[in-house]
């Protein structure tokens, strides 16, 4: 990564990092998710699902080879520790076969730590329903649990609910800075900041793929982990369970 991208990480957020994966390797992934899907392929842990669920996957680097190899590609070893300043884990997996249309949110209120790694396997763009992202919120206020608990009580569906999203869009507006689409080509990585906000936007050419792999990282160092069941992956292949490492 170049100094004006790590810049550009630390300013706005985000930075685009162009052409990390080869065509061929993007054309990989998205065959097996397409054969994935029609049940061409089988693999314990996937599915089956209905044809017409193009639902995303979470955490499938638990039991697709695939999966990981996105996860842990060597090409992100170096920019994601540069953001760090140290060594990064992988925690979290998800893939978009489509636009999520997700509201506002910041993944640290759900992952403490973290940052993304969001791998164009196509052009993505305002038709397919990219994300959308608000330039140096990172720097601003991250929505928490207490805060949540705190204006309205103890309540369940506080956690995912409405009352969330609403509250980010509060801090978008008192932020006050304009939303971006972000707009790539295929095999380039959006390298994303945990507190920063962003959405899924809207589908505008309806029905289209968008095919997306967004990994998630927190800091090797990083021990206020939460979520102490998940295995976390060193960029060696190196499994650990906090705090206790295990070579796999
Ligand atoms: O790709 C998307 O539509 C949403 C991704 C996202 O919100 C995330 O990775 O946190």
């Not at 300043?85 to 998800?94: H, K, L, P, S, Y």
Request: charge should be negative.
């Amino acid at each position: 990564m170049t100094s004006n991208q790590l810049s550009q990480y630390e300013e706005n957020g985000f930075t685009i990092l162009p052409g990390l994966l080869t065509h061929a390797e993007c054309e990989e992934a998205i065959g097996h998710m397409m054969a994935l899907q029609a049940c061409e392929k089988k693999l314990e842990g996937f599915g089956p699902r209905e044809p017409d669920n193009w639902g995303r996957t979470h955490n499938q680097h638990l039991y697709d080879p695939m999966a990981m190899k996105l996860l842990l590609h060597p090409a992100l070893r170096e920019p994601l520790d540069q953001c760090y300043g140290g060594e990064a884990e992988g925690i979290q997996t998800m893939y978009f076969w489509k636009g999520s249309e997700q509201r506002r949110h910041q993944d640290q209120y759900y992952l403490p730590g973290c940052m993304s790694a969001w791998i164009a396997l196509q052009d993505v763009s305002e038709a397919n329903g990219t994300i959308y992202v608000q330039p140096g919120s990172h720097k601003k206020h991250l929505l928490t649990r207490a805060d949540l608990t705190e204006k309205l009580g103890d309540e369940h569906d506080v956690v995912w609910g409405e009352a969330y999203n609403n509250g980010v869009d509060e801090i978008f507006e008192q932020n006050g800075g304009e939303e971006i689409p972000v707009e790539v080509s295929k095999g380039d990585v959006v390298l994303f900041h945990g507190i920063l906000i962003h959405r899924g936007g809207p589908i505008k050419d309806k029905g289209s793929f968008r095919h997306v792999m967004a990994n998630h990282y927190i800091p090797y160092a990083f021990d206020e982990w939460p979520h102490r069941t998940w295995p976390r992956f060193d960029f060696d292949g190196v499994k650990r369970l906090h705090p206790k490492p295990d070579a796999v």
